[in-house]
């Protein structure tokens, strides 16, 4: 970034009138949305973003941004996203979710609108577990790793091992697809990453997808100190942090590349 | 209330029974009549037989499929068997005359044996044989007029007519064939 | 401070007002903060800085694969030199029936510094069951190292017990909110 | 940008399915978007949608399941456009996800319906099976709009109705057909709505309008999950009184020969036509029947129907289905002491003669 710019704490994009969030201390979601709306900022698209949410901890942000919103069903916010879209391309739709809603229950509505290259922009946000009904084992839950319903850790053997989302998206979908995995231990990367994301919807190149590897110290029962060791240590063993598949046109775009 | 008039035709897939059944049920649409036309279309529609149910009267018609045809036509042996359901003593059953009679239904009055496949081997063309059926239905039933029939398969095929002159004739004398092998069979 | 974060449906949340009335204060979300629809619920910030507070402090841990390792989300809990880690136990619960059984959950636990008797059936708590629930639990702590700190008991069945149990434990009487705490 | 042109010009008599008649009727109405999933005995009124998308420049998706079906519909009416689907059977129980949530936010929608044999994969035929599904389906109150239709006409006109419906008051609405009404042909009029005074209701959009939220307007923040029972109570109860108060205008039924007749036979959609014709028969040779016809199964026409079973008549309830109909029947005459006997074929047409049999025992008195 070139020369000096005075961050202002919250993004324009944010709704002060419902700050402080609803979060957890230590969730990884505020600084993804933080993320989000710094993207949405700079891309000066507050007027035409629509950002849909899912159900999970997701649903929280459902009045979270001066932009509109609509909270919609558990893995249901990426076909939302996708009609909308077809039937007004100008908006730039986010659908906003988590591990449960892309990778589970919502995994034909990912798989399919990423081979149908749909111009829209995923954002999921990826943290081992099911946050908000308690604890449960997610397709991204870590071998070994205790939820509720895999109290002596998740045996690879019975359920298998953590999905490899975005290097899934990759392998499906056309040159014209941006696809990436950030984390909010690298903040200023994983905006760039989102921006890059919503940047190539806006050229309607194509699909759009962001994994982000988030924290949950409330379900990890983790301390500070142990949340920041997991998702940097733990987590980066099986997710692998960086962009996956760039468009030929915007990794030549000028300067838009963070590298955190 | 004038009762629409049933026909029933089933054949075996590729027999061209639904073709002869949309001709009629147009045909008489277009001639200002009432006239419904539904196939059967289970996961049966591929392979198995082929139902075709036609109602033609001059009042809305009513239920889709009826209870019991008029005139049913039966082009093999099963599909003799899956029309039975479909026929009474009411009923003029029609037949090719190379199916066994052991499947035939019991106790109907008008049961009329045509030899259509031979006839349509022997002397038009294989191809014609659904077309030799729509005269034989038209012979038995007047629902339509033979030029009304003729309209109906120009409005259908016209397109290759043009290419094929000669193709327009063959059709043409398939349903005369067809009436006139019915002539004097009821 | 309510830290049950996995079914919270037996929390203190519907009966916060009352408590609070009384002099306590609760660290809990308020009902309309909850998590829109679902079952489980984020925590409040302020429950990160409870053992920061004077006085008394009371976490409910509840239950969940992770034990008491809910903790860790207490700022300072792993090194605060008043915490105790006490387990309530309940024989008449299915998974806490035996001695086997109270030991092994409470190994599952992580750090457990004592034990309380807290067996009972709702409404149709005897006094022999106290008792008995006295009698396992103190065999389940003697095979774990750990001493039994009280047996409770609802105040209508406490004059029954007198001031010890029959193993000796001393007695708390137990005023009971939790029927008014279902939503 | 030039007008598009219209689907359909003036008025034309034609002989078509009925799945046919439903694209058109779609598109007449003002419809842009379909998205839908293969599934028989519908997928030939996406077949004709996708053929007439590029003349009127319409919108069209074959979605992975009717559960992205439904949800990119919904988003489309997001967007401002008029969408719908069309869907059958074990599709049906999916759409009712999707559907549960355009109730929730009040979101309007048009989903058609082509009813085939269940439980389960049943038959792709026919049958009336899935009246319970489309009129309570969800986890919620049924508050939406059913059209049962009988003929292509009715499923021309009431297509047309049904994005009108939809848009004026808001609540998801549907057209129930079933297989026979799709693959079968009869004629219809097809007409320019608009030339026979029939106001399209415009579409707007819920979100992307003008201006900058929280600058220049505030943002549309939609949801359907609530945090408590009594927030979420007074968002369900603010749409059962607007429910409620806007049923008796879309409430429509049918019926003849109810006066002083012994028997009313009830009857919707298929096997209403099967109905009529005895009905009509045998009035003509004096036998005290009449009929009535449920057009719209929600709301269901109670009122009407509890003014002709106050007459003491004994009504007859012919279905294909296993009492579906009887029970909104029995539902909406509960208190009266009516007779209600029933005439159940679940996945079969009910023929003539049965028909006219039981009616005869009922008059007399059997």
Partial sequence: MKGVQIQPAMPRSWRPETKPHKFCPGCGHGIVLKALGEAIDELEIQDRVVFGCDIGCSLLAWDFFNVDTVQTHHGRTTPVMVGMKRANPELIVVAYMGDGGGYAIGTQHLVNAATRNDRITVILVNNTQYGMTGGQMAPTTLPGQKTETTPFGRDPELTGYPIQGPEMVASITRDGAYVARGTVAKPRQLKGFIKRALQNQMAGRGFSFVEALSTCPTNWRTNAEDTWKFIEKEMTKYFKVGEVKVPPELARGKGEREDG | MARPVKILLAGEGGQGVQAVAEIIAEAAYEKGREALYIPNFGIEQRGGVSLAFVQVGDEPIGPPRFETADLAIALSDRAVVRSRPYVGPETTFIYDSSIGTNHLPQGVTRLVAVPAIEVSKKELHPRVFNVMILGAVIGLTGVITVEEAKEAIERRLGHRFEKDPALRELNHRAVERGVELVKGKL | ?183 | MPAKPKPVEGEKKVFMTGNEVVAWAAAAAGAECMYGYPITPQNEIMHYWTRLAPKFGLIFLQTEDELAAGFTMLGGVLAGRKSFTATAGPGNTLMQEPLSMAEMMRLPAVVVIQQRGGPSTGQVVYSQQEVTLTSLGGNGEGLRVVYSTSSHQDLYDYTIKAFNTAWRYRFPTFVLGDGYQGKMREPVVMYDPELRGVELVPAEPYVGRPGTPGVDRPPAHLRNAYSIEEELYEAVMELVREYEKVAPEIVEHEAFGVDGARVVAVAHGVVFRAVKGVVRELRQQGVPVGYFRPITLRPFPADALRRVAATGVRLLVVESAYGQLARLVKEALSGLPAEVHGLYKPGVLVGQGEIATRIKTLVQGG
């Fill in chain 3, 1 to 183: 401070m309510d830290l049950d974060v996995v079914e919270p449906f037996f929390t203190l949340r519907p009966i916060k007002r009352e408590l609070e009335a009384r002099g306590l204060q609760v660290v809990a979300r308020e009902r309309h903060t909850l998590g829109l629809g679902e079952t489980g619920v984020p925590l409040p910030a302020e429950a990160k800085w409870a053992l920061r507070r004077e006085g008394d402090v009371i976490l409910d841990v509840g239950y969940g694969a992770y034990g008491a390792q809910t903790l860790n989300l207490v700022e300072g809990a792993d090194r605060h030199p008043d915490l105790q880690v006490l387990a309530v136990i309940n024989v008449a619960r299915p998974m806490t029936a035996t001695v086997e059984d109270v030991v092994a959950h409470v190994r599952e636990l992580g750090r457990v510094d004592g034990l309380i008797n807290n067996t009972h059936l709702g409404e149709e708590t005897t006094v022999e069951l106290v008792q008995e629930g006295a009698r396992l639990v103190t065999a389940a702590a003697r095979l774990l190292g750990l001493p039994v700190v009280a047996t409770s008991v609802v105040k209508e069945l406490a004059p029954l017990l007198g001031g010890r149990d029959v193993m000796g434990n001393p007695v708390r009487v137990l005023e009971r909110f939790m029927p008014r705490a279902f939503w």
